[in-house]
Each structure stands twice: as C-alpha cells, then as structure tokens.
C-alpha cells in the first residue's frame, strides 16, 4: 500500500467513526481535519465531495461489520453456535468495540428518514444483507432439526434483527446491557 492508499485508508477509518457518531450532516470537514491531522485539501484530494466521503466511509463501516459477523459464524457446525457468535457480535456495537457509536445501519437509517443523506440505498442494502445472514443461520439451524419447521426464517430474521437494534438503543440510551442481553435470551428460547 503506497502513502496515498494509507492516507486515503486513514481518512475514511476516521471519519467513519466521527459520522457514525455524529451523523452524516452533523460531522464537519473540521472534524474530520483534525482526528486525521489533514489540511481540506489533502482530504479532497481523495474525496471529490464530503458526500463522496460519507459513501466510502459508510461502506468501510458495513464492510466491517459484516466481515466480522461472517468471520464469527463461518466454521461453526451448529446454528445454536452460529446464532451466539453472531450475537457477540452485535453486542460490540454496545462498547464501541469495533465499530465507535453504535450500529452504523441503525444511525444512518434514522438519520436519512429526517434529512436527505445520499447513501439511503447503501442503507437498505447493509440491512438486506444483515437479515440475510440472520435467515441463513435459521434455515441451517433448520436444516439441522436445531430450528422449527414451522419457523418463517425471513419474518423471524427482520424480528431478530427489528428487535437488537431496538434493544441497542435502549442499552446505549440507559448505559445498561441487560436490555440487549434480555432480547437475546428471549429470542434464544423462542428459536432453540
């Protein structure tokens, strides 16, 4: 990776943090500026636009999201496992572990219903693709005898999913993790 591709990689780690954090419109170039000690113009040397910025910045934020819960579930031989590692994932939105300010799906998505943001497809999309995930570890769990039959994968995934991202809310609103930790354990006893 030469130093443009490093600076250009800095900058959108960066400010992936401060829009997640502070929202899309909320975030100043300033800011930006300053957490990755860049003048303007080193920054829209990368970026033609802050709006070119927010895209790249939200897809490095889905990205590592979803190669971490890919990551978390891929050599488990149980959909009970699956379903826990994919768990402890989100659960990291909480502590700001991996990704800082919470769920970046969830924040974007209440921020592009009051304003107009540009990434709204690229929104729809990270939820499609979490539900996806979610539904295929109940149809393995299905396919193995370890789920219901009778269990609509695609409704119980948009549930599961409907039902964390509620119960982060409340955790990082109360600074309590037994809202998140209820939800999981309710879903856990209705699934397994």
Known sequence: MNKG??????????SSS????????STSIAEIMEATGLKKGGIFYHFESKDDLAKASFSYSLMTLK?????????????CVQFEAFTTIFKTLLNDDIIVGGCPLMNAAI?????????????KE???????????IIDFGKSQNEIGKHVDSEHMAVFILSSFEGALALSRLYKDKRYLDMVI???NAMLF
């Open 111 to 123: 921020e592009a219903d009051d304003s107009n943001i540009l990434i709204e497809d690229a929104i």
């Open 126 to 136: 990270g939820f499609a693709g979490l539900i996806n995930i979610i539904k295929d």
């Open 185 to 187: 354990m309710q879903i």
């Open 5 to 14: 591709e490093r600076t250009k990689k800095l900058i959108i780690e960066q």
């Open 67 to 79: 190669e971490n819960y890919l990551q978390a579930i891929k050599s488990k031989d149980r959909a």
């Open 18 to 25: 401060l829009f997640n954090k502070n929202g899309y419109k």
